[in-house]
């Protein structure tokens, strides 16, 4: 799933001290997902949650991809509703490490 697509490319002793959650919406599929970050881990869940969310995001299916990328603008353009603490989005995308392309999966 693209949460955990996400929650591998957080760097963990950078992101260690951030403490944030986002609420994600998904209108056409009557779903809801909490994501926090906490620990230098992200860890998501489907379960209802107490409390609010620093931010939530209210989307569809077809426009989650643009998450892959947490800027507002990207959002902005794939039609998702940002509600809540804005810079939680610019916090996350600052602990976001996106690896090696080149990395050998492979080596002979």
């Given at each position: 799933m693209l949460f955990d697509?996400?929650?591998i490319q957080i760097n963990g002793p950078k992101a260690w001290d951030e403490k944030l959650?986002?609420?994600v919406v998904l209108t056409d599929a009557d779903e809801r997902f909490r994501l926090r970050l906490s620990n230098?881990?992200?860890t998501y869940s489907s379960a209802a949650q107490s409390g609010d969310a620093d931010l939530t995001l209210t989307t569809t299916k077809a426009a989650l991809p643009a998450l892959a990328q947490p800027t507002a603008e990207s959002l902005a353009q794939a039609g998702v509703e940002v509600s809540g603490d804005a810079d939680v989005l610019a916090r996350l995308a600052a602990v976001l490490d996106p690896g090696d392309p080149d990395f050998a999966i492979v080596t002979p």
């Amino acid at each position: 799933m693209l949460f955990d697509a996400i929650a591998i490319q957080i760097n963990g002793p950078k992101a260690w001290d951030e403490k944030l959650s986002i609420d994600v919406v998904l209108t056409d599929a009557d779903e809801r997902f909490r994501l926090r970050l906490s620990n230098g881990a992200l860890t998501y869940s489907s379960a209802a949650q107490s409390g609010d969310a620093d931010l939530t995001l209210t989307t569809t299916k077809a426009a989650l991809p643009a998450l892959a990328q947490p800027t507002a603008e990207s959002l902005a353009q794939a039609g998702v509703e940002v509600s809540g603490d804005a810079d939680v989005l610019a916090r996350l995308a600052a602990v976001l490490d996106p690896g090696d392309p080149d990395f050998a999966i492979v080596t002979p």
